[in-house]
């Protein structure tokens, strides 16, 4: 049993977990990068199942994310049935219509070539579950008063990152889709005032014959500056 502290009225855990030496962190940080790495946004899903057991797992990893001050302003909607995932690809296909012909910008068109896709979303019904993001712009209470989330966008941003990790681990696939705007979410899933819809994600199985561009990430060199 980990010891228990309370300190002004508030209970505090012993925080206890195993640690390394410096050649084992440094051999489970470059194992852990290389295993990430081999992780890809996928298009090509098919329509095997998954069990339910999966996605509750996965789920309750990204719940683990740190949010600002512990409020967990993120509500997971997991879709499988067929006629609903139906509605919002026919609703998300529209919005993405709009997109490709009149929203986009001619330079954000070009940009999106190399990943040969258009407005037309069918992963939304292949993939045997989708998972509807929300973030909780404020909390009600018990009376219907409003309660303050704070930093909602960088917690529920962290905790799709915990959950595309948790999704490669499970050795399934995901696509990050945004179609915008996305209000259409709200109306279909009936959900309340104080959720806003921020990411669609199909999760399954890819398809035997599934392509991804061919795509580098950035070096190192890139994307950090050390201060010494």
């Not at 040969?116 to 008063?145: C, M, R, S």
């Not at 806003?196 to 599934?210: E, K």
Request: aromatic share 12%; charged share 30%.
């Amino acid at each position: 049993m980990k010891n228990i502290r309370v300190i002004d009225g508030y209970e505090f855990e012993e925080y206890t977990r195993e640690t390394f030496c410096e050649e084992e962190v440094l051999k489970r940080s470059r194992e852990f990068h290389q295993w990430m790495n081999t992780r890809r946004t996928v298009r090509n899903f098919s329509d095997r199942p998954i069990p339910k057991e999966v996605i509750d797992n996965i789920i309750l990893t990204a719940s683990t994310a740190p949010s600002g001050a512990h409020k967990q302003p993120w509500t997971f909607c997991v879709v499988s049935n067929t006629e609903l995932k139906k509605k919002i690809r026919e609703a998300a296909e529209a919005e993405e219509y709009e997109s490709y012909n009149g929203r986009m910008s001619d330079e954000w068109l070009e940009d999106l070539k190399q990943f040969q896709t258009d407005w037309h979303k069918p992963f939304i019904e292949v993939a045997p579950y989708v998972i509807i993001v929300f973030k909780k712009a404020y909390e009600l209470d018990k009376d219907g008063n409003k309660k303050n989330n704070y930093y909602v966008n960088e917690s529920v941003g962290l905790a799709v990152g915990f959950l595309l990790a948790a999704i490669h681990h499970a050795g399934l696939v995901a696509l990050t889709h945004t179609p915008s705007p996305m209000n259409f979410l709200t109306k279909i899933l009936e959900r309340p005032a104080n959720e806003r819809p921020c990411f669609l994600i199909p999760v399954g199985y890819p398809t035997d014959d599934t392509y991804v561009p061919k795509l580098s990430r950035k070096p190192l060199k890139d994307i950090v500056v050390f201060y010494k």
